[in-house]
């Protein structure tokens, strides 16, 4: 499935895939492999890599600002692969696979952040998190955010991210 996302400047590092101690698997893509393999797999659907932080690369086309998934290395591994999900074709049949897999998350969350556009206010998120042993599986979606007159602040955004223990991801695994 062809998956067109507009680059974030962070990612919620989210996941879907069963995973074991410090470890997943998720659309090809598995924590510990290095940057190279990553770009092999890129390459082998017409996509490239660029950087876009330390350790931290985007996988897509560039020159269409297409972004199919974020990646954080630590030491040239993987531990950290976050996508974008249409909310319309993808977000339930994801949300759907994931009880069918692990159950009901072990803890459902909300969030605001401050919302720095014309009118201000908050972004409000929802996110669904399960746990497997250090590692994380989270599924975050924001709904679209209107004004008191109904005009549109922010888009909708769903995304799916994963999380894998390792010295560069334990400040992160520590949040909710």
């Known amino acids: 499935m062809r998956r067109t996302q507009r680059a974030t400047s962070m990612f919620a590092l989210i996941a879907i895939c069963p995973l074991t101690a410090g470890s997943f698997t998720a659309d090809d893509f598995t924590s510990g492999m290095s940057r190279g393999a990553l770009v092999a797999i890129a390459a082998s659907r017409s996509l490239e890599v660029w950087d876009i932080a330390a350790g931290s690369v985007a996988m897509g086309r560039r020159s269409e600002l297409r972004v199919d998934g974020t990646f954080a290395f630590c030491e040239d591994g993987l531990y950290a692969y976050n996508h974008n999900v249409d909310f319309d074709v993808d977000y339930f049949q994801?949300?759907?696979?994931?009880?069918?897999?692990y159950g009901q998350p072990t803890k459902l969350a909300t969030e605001l952040q401050s919302w720095v556009?014309?009118?201000?206010g908050y972004v409000?998120?929802?996110?669904?998190i399960w746990r497997r042993g250090d590692d994380r599986v989270t599924v975050n979606v924001a709904p679209e955010g209107r004004d008191g007159k109904g005009a549109l602040r922010h888009n909708r955004h769903a995304s799916v991210s994963?999380?894998?223990?390792?010295?560069?991801s334990a400040g992160q695994l520590a949040k909710p």
């Open 117 to 120: 556009g014309p009118g201000g």
């Open 162 to 168: 994963y999380l894998a223990r390792s010295k560069c």
């Open 94 to 101: 994801t949300v759907q696979k994931l009880l069918a897999d």
């Open 124 to 128: 409000r998120s929802v996110q669904l």
